[in-house]
């Protein structure tokens, strides 16, 4: 198994410019997410989502969309970048779990983004 | 989502055992406490998961007396390679959202 892989591990992005962060993961997990990490600093939620066709906002979702479409991927679009955009993101994956304990996630090995 | 208030930073020395104490006075009664590891330009890794009392695995150990209000993970022996980010995350497997703070960044030194 891969596990959650993310595509690419680095990118530069001018100003307005879009693009697509991917993550796929081969676990079957209903559950992934996106988060951010700034330097210095924790990770902040961006979008999540319960299964295919299922999409949520977290704590910072402004400009970022986010699809699932299938149960293996959930991709993350910057519609048009800007330089406050500039971080680490990683994609989560996990299933849900059934009792009352928390489901271990999964991370990525995260997609260092900068914004020019 | 219950809060959670953890020290910002600890230096520790190798072959110390170090304690980071998470406290979350507003967990609620089906809540878990649950640990991260991250270590520098990866992804945050699961450590250890309990509700009451003691667990112990092969990482670390976790302490949380009764009232639940506060948490401590225990890192025996620790060696340089355990420098790294700690979060501590307490929810519910109703909680949509898994939200991180800002962790414990744990300095361990020769």
């Known amino acids: 198994n891969a596990g959650v892989t993310q595509t690419p591990k680095f990118q530069v992005l001018k100003t307005g410019q879009s693009m697509t962060l991917q993550c796929a993961q081969d676990?079957?997990?209903?559950?992934m997410s996106w988060y951010r990490q700034d330097p210095g600093m924790g990770l902040r939620l961006i979008h999540y989502s319960v299964g295919a066709g299922i999409t949520d906002q977290g704590e910072v979702p402004n400009g970022y969309n986010v699809s699932r479409s299938t149960t293996e991927d959930f991709p993350l679009r910057l519609l048009s970048a800007a330089p406050s955009q500039t971080s680490v993101y990683f994609c989560?994956?996990?299933?849900?779990?059934?009792?009352?304990?928390?489901?271990?996630?999964?991370f990525g090995q995260g997609t260092r983004l900068t914004v020019v | 989502l219950a809060k959670t208030t953890q020290p910002i930073s600890m230096d520790s020395y190798e072959g110390q055992e170090v304690n980071i104490t998470c406290s979350h006075n507003?967990?609620?009664?089906?809540?878990?406490i649950t640990w991260y590891q991250q270590f520098p330009s990866q992804g945050p890794r699961f450590i250890i998961q309990g509700y009451k009392t003691k667990v112990t695995n092969e990482v670390a150990s976790l302490f949380i007396p009764a009232d639940r209000k506060s948490s401590t993970l225990s890192l025996p022996r620790v060696s340089l390679s355990d420098t790294a980010v700690y979060y501590c995350?307490?929810?519910?497997?109703?909680?949509?959202?898994?939200?991180f703070g800002k962790g414990t960044r744990l300095h361990i030194l020769p």
């Open positions: 989560a994956s996990s299933y849900i779990s059934t009792g009352y304990e928390v489901a271990e996630a999964f």
């Open positions: 676990m079957n997990h209903e559950y």
């Open positions: 995350l307490v929810g519910g497997y109703r909680d949509d959202k898994i939200i």
């Open positions: 507003n967990i609620a009664t089906n809540d878990y």
